[in-house]
């Protein structure tokens, strides 16, 4: 039987505090699992079923919201956007704040194990999310304003 604690992951690979999200089997046979703290992922977890050796991957800092994965693990599509608010009232306080700031959202392709980190689009809409979604472990399907549908391909 295979455990791993909360305890042991901070303890041996220093990471951050989190909730043990739901896993799932990648196409090499590996379990990926995620540790977040509310809608925001922090790292994941590869665990090897043949050794049960364990990775910890960490997501870039300006991960605002649980992000887009590829079926095989490696490419994740996110936005460094304000996130999760969930008060209409203080997110449109928020909004504001970033359309004074002149702050743009962009989202990028990241790649976990090489961290390659690919600005794909960016929009001056702060509430603007691209919908982002893997086609495939090289296609990612993006919307720009006003709705217009984008691919982007890895390679």
């Keep these: 039987v295979f455990v791993l604690t909360l305890d042991e992951l901070i303890k041996k690979y220093s990471v951050k ?61 996110y936005n460094n956007g304000p996130g999760f608010i969930g008060i209409a009232e203080i997110e449109e306080k928020v909004y504001e704040q970033w359309r004074k700031e002149g702050r743009k959202v962009s989202l990028f392709a990241y790649n976990l194990a090489t961290k390659e980190k690919i600005n794909i689009a960016a929009v001056n809409d702060p509430a603007w999310k691209f919908n982002a979604t893997w086609l495939s472990n090289t296609e990612l399907e993006y919307f720009i304003p006003p709705g217009e549908r984008k691919v982007y391909k890895t390679r």
């Excluded at 799932?24 to 809608?39: A, I, K, T």
């Excluded at 364990?54 to 079926?71: G, Y």
């Design 17 to 77: 505090p989190a909730s043990i999200g739901v896993g799932r089997w990648l196409e090499n046979g590996e379990l990926q699992v995620f540790l977040s703290v509310g809608p925001i992922t922090y790292d994941y977890i590869l665990v090897d079923p043949r050794d049960w050796s364990i990775q910890v991957l960490s997501l870039p800092e300006d991960v605002a919201a649980s992000p887009a994965w590829t079926l095989d693990g490696n490419w994740i599509a």
